[in-house]
Nanobody
Framework: QVQLVESGGGLVQPGGSLRLSCAAS????????MGWYRQAPGKQRELVAT???????NYADSVRGRFTISGDNAKSTVYLQMNSLKPEDTAVYYC???????????????WGQGTQVTVSS
């Protein structure tokens, strides 16, 4: 079983910055892609940004130019640098990973527990 542990959430003023981290742990696995999703109060969970092990990224239109996703393949860790934060960025942010096992080629997905990001003055 692959588990994800998130950190970095908190309270920040509009225009401020936060950096989220998500580390995957387990045995004999390789990450295909990792990403961040968020769920605001009263809304459905939505894609924020994703990155493949090869470095290909994509972003939601609402965060493009403000957020940057990056990864460390050696540490199976993904980061989300969030700049110029807006109140509408307030949400629970969830880390996601798509992985494969090196031993049997099986694939799977994992989700983090979620970390709260609140943007308010």
């Amino acid at each position: 079983q692959v588990q994800l542990v998130e950190s970095g959430g908190g309270l920040v003023q509009p225009g401020g910055s936060l950096r989220l981290s998500c580390a995957a742990s387990g045995s004999r696995f390789s990450i295909n892609a990792m990403g961040w999703y968020r769920q605001a109060p009263g809304k459905q969970r939505e894609l924020v940004a994703t990155i493949t092990s090869g470095g290909s990224t994509n972003y939601a239109d609402s965060v493009r130019g403000r957020f940057t996703i990056s990864g460390d393949n050696a540490k199976s860790t993904v980061y989300l640098q969030m700049n110029s934060l807006k109140p509408e960025d307030t949400a629970v942010y969830y880390c996601n990973a798509v992985y494969r096992y090196r031993t049997n080629l099986n694939q799977g997905t994992a989700w983090g527990q979620g970390t709260q990001v609140t943007v308010s003055s």
